[in-house]
């Protein structure tokens, strides 16, 4: 059986790590912060400018200054700071967020990422995800591992690039590869799904990749 | 030399001019400077390139300016909220500049502080590096971005002083300090006006030398895009939530 | 009668309007405060991150945490802002402050400016001036006509510059001269010290420099 | 995960390494890391890059570590203020880079923001501008400047939450913003330590993402440089006073 979208948040937390300043995309990589283990001290960037973001509000307590890069309200915690985009986008760019996960249309094996636009459909912008790709120390994927039966993990990306050489990790309803995103040693699946086998991934996936399960590559910051 | 002024219409007296570059601050409808937006669509000034991260939503924000066909050009990260935008996009009536958000807040911070380009990782080797400079530094490769600075800025913010100090509030922060330092002329909507010497000086996040003009505005109308909430018996986790 | 440091300061000060943002250099550039007429509102910049910049403290109310430029105390005034160093230049290379007043040792007719460095000597450093003069809107300079005797205004500069073309007007204690710093109409000498000729000038200036009395150019922002 | 460490030799263990590159805050004596710069002349290190506005004067800040002869280089905008910087530059021990105030600044804080080169005005025509590459936008030369991040930052504030959050007071801010984010480590002293929470986040200068360790000193000695005061009888008048 693939997993659920509720496990591949739950596989995504475990690249957590205690102290971690950490970027989720909107989808599935928002559920990750419900499978924070406790005790571990983890704080959560919105790119519009906000460090330490808090869970939604109460009914009744939604403040419309408040909200996170997906325009949902939002709360603030003790730790909280807020700050301009400049600033925001200076602490990405700049490297100082530790993790980002992210949702995307397509990967390649060499880490190039696609996630912004389709030719010749509307075009909504890639907002702050390129920078998010290209700023932040550890880039992990999280998505459905086909779409429409369409293989999204790739050889080379055939969709516009919203990054290039930046995922670390990908994580899909079937398994879970690392990048080696400065080329070497390409993409490998490194776990699977429970009840899927190399042998499914492998039909549904148009990159080339090696396999090394149990391999510990992925805890590698 | 008052700054402050009786109402938006009058703060932007003889300043809105077709075909002029404008700012204006806010993430989505968070921290937008509602009451100006709609001063500059009663100008009925036309042809106007707006630089700011979205487009507004139809019938709010920017999308009022959509809705009069005044906006020419847009210099934005994200429209996806905006069906006016699109339909005027693709009949070719709109022209568009994506950048990445903070490329574009940069951009702009670099406008206001006098430097005409730098270097980013950001897009290398993706459409937004095509035509730019991409040059290796340390064995890296960056593109070259250019400041941007416009021939006005509308900013909103929570408190101001006389002298044209401002304090945002929460993510309503967002692009408008950088956009009040980087145009000619800026004006600033406030909701609290205090005399000049009540904010503590360590706290003000906008020097009053970057606010020409300033207009309050008591109580605006603040608009939620997405309203979420979590019931009172859910447990709080960290940026936990549930959708309703 | 040349014009003594006090009536230097009171001519520079001519150069302030209602609603100037305005950093001052130390020495006579200082003493400009004294003179802002009754009435003007002129907010005083100081280069380490503070616009509205007040008088020395009463003795005894000196805080080592308020100091301007020349690591003098000062005070805060009802208008004060505090920003940090990045910001400050920020305000000061985007051409945010609209007259800057200081000292030089050489000023050419250019517009060029020396006040850093004498090769051969040991160098202090440039502190902010390099900034200041390349980033504020209009550079007043305010300087000794002479050096014990060696003309100060050349017609070009032998001490390593500051800027290249940056100043607008000089004020020394025989008189005040303009600088088309882009060129064009090159350097004028547009007023006199109280009983000073312009052939006393012509003796003690290096520069090339047209005779226009009574000129308005001065009044140019 | 406890940011707090009980002082400032503990807070510097394992870190400080000989030829290490360390930026240090403060204006003159003004918002000066001085106990941390007291515990990096205990550690030993030797060959030190420093960059900091100044130098410190004799026997107080950076003047310190000159004392021990333990600062091999540094990038500073003005070091008028200490003999013995002088006394050991003349003599070769002592290699150092002057940077313009502003380009200083702005090169910290692109080290910290990921901008590894821009262009700026200051310096076009001088010595600043020798072996860099000039270049003409609009018509306006500039010369480009590199991003500045070294190993290490110290910096001082004068409230700081057990988060790691900061806030400067006055002109002691200065530098140290910018350093606290353009070090892959950064140590922060403090006057006054608070529980996460209290400090409004609206007012935080430096978020807690940016500083790894603090430590609390309770009562620094903070020195004055040029005391300059008026007397009670002067009318007062902005920016007026006479030294003493």
């Known amino acids: 059986m693939a997993w659920t979208r509720e496990q591949m948040a739950a596989r995504a937390a475990k690249e957590l790590r205690d102290g971690f300043y950490v970027n989720l995309g909107i989808g599935i990589p928002t559920l990750v912060s419900n499978f924070i283990p406790a005790g ?23 403040d419309p200054d408040l909200i996170n890069a997906g325009k949902q309200t939002i709360t603030e915690l003790p730790t ?14 700049g490297g100082h967020i530790d993790l980002s996960i992210l949702g995307a249309m397509q ?22 995800a390129m920078d998010l790709v290209a700023g932040v120390k550890r880039v992990v994927v999280v998505m459905e591992h086909t779409a ?15 990054g290039q050489g930046v995922v670390d990790l990908v994580i899909t309803d079937l398994g879970v590869f690392t990048i080696d995103k400065k ?39 | ?93 709109l022209e568009l500049e994506f950048n990445p958000q903070g490329t574009l807040a940069e951009r702009i911070r670099a406008g ?50 006389t002298e044209g100090n401002l304090v945002y509030r929460k993510t309503a922060r967002n692009f408008n300090p950088m956009m009040a330092t980087a145009a000619k002329i800026t004006i600033a909507e406030i909701e609290h006006l205090v005399p000049a010497g009540d904010i503590d000086p360590d706290q003000i996040h906008t020097p009053g030398i970057f606010v020409k003009r300033l207009v309050h505005v008591a109580n605006p109308i603040k608009r939620i895009e997405q309203r979420t909430t979590r019931k009172r018996e859910t447990v709080a986790s960290a940026g936990a939530g549930e959708e309703i």
Chains 1, 3 share one sequence.
């Open chain 2, 112 to 161: 206001g502080a006098g430097i005409p380009a730098f270097f980013t990782k950001t897009g290398v080797g993706t459409l937004i590096a095509e035509g730019k400079e991409v040059r290796e530094f340390d064995g890296e490769k960056y593109v070259m971005e250019r400041g941007l600075f416009a021939d006005i800025s509308v900013v909103h913010a929570y408190k101001g002083d």
């Open chain 2, 1 to 93: 030399m008052d700054k402050v002024f009786s109402d938006a219409r009058s703060a932007l007296a003889g300043l809105v001019k077709d075909g002029m570059t404008i700012m204006a601050g806010g993430f989505g409808l968070c921290g937008i400077p509602e009451t100006l937006i709609e001063a500059i669509r009663d100008s009925g000034a036309k042809d106007l390139t707006f630089i700011s991260n979205n487009a507004g939503v139809d019938g709010v924000g920017l999308g009022r300016l959509l809705e009069t066909r005044q906006i020419r050009k847009m210099i934005s990260s994200y429209v996806g909220e905006n069906k006016l935008f699109a339909q005027q996009y693709l009949s070719g009536e």
């Open chain 1, 183 to 221: 080329g070497g040693t390409g993409m490998t699946l490194i776990e699977l799904a429970d009840g899927v086998t190399a042998e499914e991934i492998k039909a549904k996936t148009d990159a080339d990749f090696k396999v090394a399960l149990g391999s510990k590559q992925s805890n590698a910051a």
């Open chain 1, 148 to 162: 429409k039966d369409d293989p999204k993990l790739l050889k080379a990306c055939n969709l516009p690039l919203t």
């Open chain 1, 107 to 128: 990967v390649a094996q060499n880490g190039d990422l696609a996630n912004w636009m389709i030719p010749g459909k509307m075009v909504k912008g890639m907002g702050g």
């Open chain 1, 40 to 62: 571990m001290r983890v704080q959560l960037q919105s790119e519009n400018g906000m460090l330490g973001m808090g869970p939604f509000p109460f009914e009744g307590e939604e």
């Open chain 1, 80 to 93: 909280t700071s807020y700050f301009s985009s400049a600033d925001s986008f200076g602490m990405i760019r």
